[in-house]
């Protein structure tokens, strides 16, 4: 944030879109920021509530999925009506386009698109 925002010029990018903040962005204090680059990037932005873990606990949801459709059994409902949903983990995105009806990207390919 304090470096992007000051070097490229974003155009919003007119869709509902569908944001996870990672455990470890949480962790680290940086949930506000990673929010407030998708609003900078996105017309509406949708942080499903009460999922603040994927569970998919790094690939453990490989080997244990009822970690990850536990975690995410609100998901769904709660993302309904966006195009496409963003993500900073690889194995997030993979549960949570698994239990949603939109696909998962990294939030880089959000940042790319409002630079076109």
Known sequence: M???????????VAERVALHI???TRKMGLAKQA????RFCAEQVVI???????G????????????????LS???AQVSGCSQG?????????GLSQHSDISYHSVM???ERACS
């Open 35 to 38: 929010e407030q680059l998708a």
């Open 109 to 111: 390919h959000l940042i």
């Open 86 to 94: 963003y993500s900073t983990s690889l194995s997030c995105k993979v």
């Open 48 to 54: 499903p509530a009460g999922i603040e873990c994927c």
């Open 2 to 12: 304090e470096h992007l925002l000051e070097r490229i010029q974003l155009n919003i």
């Open 56 to 71: 998919f606990a790094g690939d453990k949801g490989f080997k244990q999925p009822n970690l990850n459709a536990s975690a």
């Open 22 to 24: 990672t455990c470890s």
């Open 74 to 76: 609100s998901l769904q």
